[in-house]
């Protein structure tokens, strides 16, 4: 999907952001869009840097022996529609990302090794943003991986970043704010600058769990 055909409003985005889990909402979360264009961006750049430099990436952990006949902006949207993960995940995801390319200066996003680079942050992400988790095996299956696959993409993702997992409040706003910089670059996509952090988030919903338990108590 070319970047320019959506522009995602401060106000959406920030309705997704916080309310998006707790509803029952077919729509594919705006920061999906968001980050599948940032990627492909990324990708683009990497490729222009090894033909004119005849460049190999030196970490091969995430490569496939056949790069998957999927688009990054379908590959999320599947694992969106089989996963529901809250769009808040896809943002930790994407710091996570950058953190594994700091850790890995030899490491470079391409075709063989997006796949899997997603479906592995993605489901760690998921793990720290939210109460509520699949196995890993079925995320295996929702990215095309075996469990025995993806449980070895996880140990050595972890391992690589030192467990470094935590995104505290800062770090989750200056990511937000990294998207929509980036991305408005390429095709005028904008993200609330005034997003809080996963943490804030998931305390949200367990005080609206609360309410709604006492509420019902009431009634």
Not at 79 to 93: C, D, E, H, L, N
Request: aromatic share 12%; proline share 2%.
């Amino acid at each position: 999907m070319a970047a320019s055909s959506l522009i995602i409003s401060p106000r959406k985005l920030r309705s997704d952001l916080y309310y998006y889990s707790y509803q029952n909402d077919a729509n594919t979360p705006l920061v999906i869009s968001v980050l599948a264009s940032l990627i492909e961006r990324t990708m683009a750049r990497n490729e222009r840097i090894a033909k004119n430099c005849r460049w190999a990436s030196k970490s091969r952990v995430f490569d496939c022996h056949e790069s998957p006949d999927m688009t990054i902006q379908s590959y999320l949207e599947r694992i969106f529609r089989y996963t529901k993960a809250g769009p808040s995940v896809y943002v930790v995801a994407y710091v996570y990302i950058d953190r594994f390319c700091q850790a890995n200066p030899g490491f470079r996003i391409n075709a063989r090794n997006v796949h899997r680079l997603l479906i592995t942050t993605i489901m760690v992400a998921s793990k720290y943003v939210e109460d509520m988790n699949y196995r890993n095996s079925y995320f295996a299956r929702v990215g095309g991986l075996t469990t025995n696959e993806l449980n070895h993409l996880e140990v050595e993702f972890v391992f690589s970043m030192s467990f470094k997992l935590h995104v505290n409040v800062s770090v989750f706003e200056s990511y937000c704010s990294h998207l929509e910089r980036e991305v408005s670059i390429g095709g005028g996509y904008h993200i609330e600058k005034t997003l809080r952090c996963a943490e804030e988030i998931k305390s949200k919903q367990v005080e609206e769990r609360r309410y709604n338990h006492i509420a019902r108590i009431m009634l």
